[in-house]
DNA sequence: CTTCAATGAGACATCACTGTCTCACATGAG
DNA sequence: CTCATGTGAGACAGTGATGTCTCATTGAAG
């Protein structure tokens, strides 16, 4: 019975964003499999944290694709992206600027791609006269992130159902992005 | 020359909650002292996060203290929530879920306390008509704490201007809490 | 059945961090 | 000026975490 390398790193997401302080130990408890095997997986726990960083990145990456940010309406791509990173909070979490588990991810690296594509996505909201033009994109970048952040620790902490908690992001981010409010 | 016991504090919060593995050593240097004294003012790590815990607390409650939750209009109370709960982002940032610097805040304890009131505001919100019923009071909080959080991460990093963010923010909690939106 | 690869348990050495302590220096008050 | 207090630098011992390695066990394939 092997756990997959994909489960581990899941694994090791979920519990060193809860826990930055981990040792490996519990880090390869909670993955199913003994400290041996994890050091046999990765050479340290510094390699470890950095294939966490990629596992991020490739995951998020393939959400945002899967979300087809440049397609119709803008208000409905923002419902498309906030279900597709939903299920992926916590590893997209590890990769914003909030956790410094993942140190200094460099200003040219795929964050910052990642991180343009929602900076463009609000802007052709802006264009299409769908959002709001007095808030600036980098917050809508942020506000989603973090907001992504609360409502898996919601889940996690049972307060917010885990049926009920891409609603509740929606609504209150679009709610808050929608231009004509005022 | 001597640090203020409070300007050892907020430095320490700043750091660790930027970077929780934060050695005492590099603790002290951030707060301008050396680590023998940080030493003679905390007996052990762990007493500094208690202690760090106990004035987020402190500095919380009388954050929303001064914003007097139950007066005026439900909005207006928003609005000075955020505007107090801002200069102490990362204090407050320590006492969320997110960040288990702070190890499991009881049940019971003073941060339930202060979630109360927040949580109070919203529905006092909802019974005068000014927001949603159908977002949960708890993910008010919730979207909130995360905001502020990310707000000022997003004012550390240089991406919103520290002038803009209580307005950005409160522009977009607003707007998605309000009624009569769809 | 045998063989092979993967795994867990555990031992061990090393290292970073922590807490403790001493001593010299700096500063402020009288 | 002296004296008292606070501070920083640095040494040291102890601890927990880390990385490395060996050996026994387990499970799957042939």
């Known amino acids: 019975m092997t756990t ?17 302080r981990t040792p490996m130990e519990d880090i390869a408890r909670a993955a199913g499999i003994s400290r041996a095997t994890l050091h046999r997986m990765v050479p340290s726990r510094a390699a470890l944290v950095r294939e966490l960083a990629a596992f991020a990145v490739t995951q998020t990456r393939a959400a945002l694709a899967s979300a087809r940010l440049e397609e119709g309406e803008p208000v409905e791509a923002v419902r498309r992206v906030v279900d597709a990173l939903m299920p992926i909070a916590d590893l997209y979490a590890l990769l914003s600027g909030e956790n410094q588990l993942v140190e200094s991810t460099e200003p040219d690296g795929p964050w910052s791609e990642l991180d343009g594509l929602l900076i463009a996505l609000y802007r052709r909201g802006q264009e299409a006269g769908a959002f709001r033009l007095d808030l600036p994109a980098e917050w809508f970048v942020d506000a989603l992130s973090s907001m992504l952040v609360g409502a898996s620790w919601a889940v996690h902490d049972g307060r917010l159902a885990r049926r009920d908690a891409p609603r509740a992001l929606v609504e209150l981010l679009l709610g808050g992005i929608r231009r004509g409010q005022s």
Do not use: T
């Open 4 to 20: 997959s390398r994909e489960d581990v790193l899941r694994a090791a997401a979920a519990v060193l964003l809860h826990r930055p």
